[in-house]
């Protein structure tokens, strides 16, 4: 069943300005649906929307069901959890979590029961008469989440949740996040700019730039066959090289040097796309002679910052590193090249 | 915090020094005056003076013209303070909401605050002139003839009217500050969380607004107790003597226009303890139960 059906939703605002610009997604019960896109692609606008936060210029936004396009925030069965947590911070940690119950009416049983309940889940019962401000960040995000679980929502919207707290504790939400979702159930929608957390939390991604969709998948299936090259940059790090080229019979021209690929339905000037991490530095074979420049050693892999003509080509590789300004030989396989429209973007 | 030192060890006291000749001069050395002489009774004539001890606030306590305006004094603050507040409140709350033309309408709310009080009061004369006064005008149409300066209550009503009028603005200023430093977040999660406006404003705004409501709650009966004082002299000072006045009003008429030097220092040396005790009260009690973020 579908929980959440956007049909083609346009945003504009009173001076003509356009956020979104037709973005139709469905999100299927039980799933975390990603939008992620960097700053003003219009996802948090779209997270908005479906909160009742902003109205709907055009389209359809139909929960459980029914269109909600007219309804209030508070009448839409939606919980969300916002960047900065927005707790009241005249209340203690169980009247926030109680106040949505509160106000619709629950009894107090029912509801001294699902807090302590959500308390126990994330592990805040001990804070529950202490005030947001006694909190630290992680928190104060846990009883933001615990004010959305309360409310037993039809789907939860999360606006950038883990982008105020720091690098560790964001690794380890990130993963609660995901596993508390999981065990209830619920849809939701996750809006961020990170694309490790968009890969790492969601079922699907939707890649969003400029008011659109960009692609929407699984996310292996966005980092393997991504639609374009906005997609391709955004998506996995370091970005992936996108390369000036041109294709005619089955071989590839960069900076002066060829070889064969298996492309030939195409001929003219492509975009040809590798990522760092599946170029490999070779002692023999076919590929590409680059000039190797700056290196950096991250630990775990090794960056190579090359020159191939005039173009600047990033290596990702844990083996040995070759010497600084030398000449290298780098190689790939034949399906991790991507090739993408030269004007378009599109893959091709 | 980092702390600072000074090369010398004067430097510091030359630096409060300003401040502290000004709080000398102005307030110390009058109020310790007024406390002198409230102990004696002063000869208005040839400067002459014999000591009473605490004859001066026995007679003052005791007069029952004292105990008139002292009551009076209490409605006419508790009055100003509240209505100013409310008032304040309101139209900081609708003109935050206003979407279009906001900073006219924050101009316009604002101006009244930049009149000197006795203009105010001379504004206020005139809205309430017995022959031109549109006020009155107006309450005639509801059957009520208002009598400025001859009626006790009615003159208690203008002069309530135009101090309130007054501080509406400086209210209304410290309010929408209040309201916009509620992080929209917070109004927006208040949104999802309850549906009735009223409700969301009692439960989020309201408490939120406390800090800001107890400054001018503290501000405002200050204001209705002493810095009423002009626009009070522009209503009563051309009225024959059955006109309400505030004790700080009082305190001027018995020195300078009864020339009571000493009756009129033993008034002002109880308003002075009178507001030491608000103070304290209002700071342990009060600041007590406000959250402040």
Known sequence: MTTLRIKDVFKRYPNGAEAVKGVSVDVEDGELVVFVGPSGCGKSTMLRMVAGLESVTEGEIELAGRVVNDLEPAERNIAMVFQNYALYPHMSVRKNLAYGLKNRGTPQAEIDRKVDEAAKLLQIGEFLDRKPSQLSGGQRQRVAMGRAIVRDPAIFLFDEPLSNLDAKLRNQMRLEIKKLQRSLGTAAIYVTHDQVEAMTLADRIVVLNNGLIEQVGKPHEVYSQPASTFVASFIGAPPMNLLDATLSDGRIEIGGQSFAVQQTQKAGPIKLGLRPERLQVASGGEGFRVEVGVLEDLGATRLIHARLGDQDLTIAQDSELPEPSSEALITFRHDDAHFFDASSGRRI | ?293
């Open chain 2, 1 to 293: 915090m980092e702390k600072a030192q000074f090369q010398s060890r004067w430097m510091p006291y030359l630096l409060l020094a300003p401040q502290m000749v000004i709080i000398a001069i102005f307030f110390i050395w009058p109020a310790a005056e007024a406390i002198r002489a409230s102990f004696f009774l002063e000869d208005p004539f040839f400067g002459n003076s014999t000591f009473v001890g605490l004859q001066n606030y026995t007679d003052a306590l005791s007069a029952s013209d004292y105990k008139r305006t002292a009551w009076f004094t209490v409605v006419f603050t508790v009055l100003v303070s509240l209505l100013s507040l409310a008032l304040g409140m309101m139209l900081a709350v609708s003109a935050d909401r206003v979407l279009r033309g906001q900073s006219t309408y924050k101009t316009l709310l604002m101006w009244v605050y930049a009149i000197a009080p006795p203009v105010a009061g001379l504004i206020g004369v005139m809205l309430f002139d017995q022959h031109i006064g549109p006020l009155v005008d107006f309450a005639a149409m509801f059957g009520w003839h208002l009598q400025i300066g001859v009626d006790y209550w009615d003159t208690g009503f203008a002069m309530i009217v135009v101090s309130t009028w007054k501080q509406v603005p400086y209210c209304f200023i410290f309010f929408l500050s209040g309201l916009q430093s509620i992080p929209t977040s917070v109004k927006e999660a208040s949104a999802i969380d309850c549906q009735s406006e009223t409700r969301r404003f009692w439960t989020i705004t309201f408490p939120l607004l406390a800090p800001t409501t107890f400054f001018l709650l503290i501000l405002n009966i200050t204001y209705a107790m002493f810095e009423t004082f002009g626009t009070i002299d522009q209503i009563v000072k051309d009225q024959p003597g059955n006109s309400p006045v505030t004790l700080v009003y009082k305190v001027f008429r018995d020195g300078f226009r009864g020339n009571d030097i000493g009756g009129s220092s033993a008034q002002s040396v109880i308003l002075m303890i009178f507001v030491l005790l608000l103070t304290i009260v209002q700071f342990r009690l009060i600041e007590r139960r406000i959250h402040y973020t």
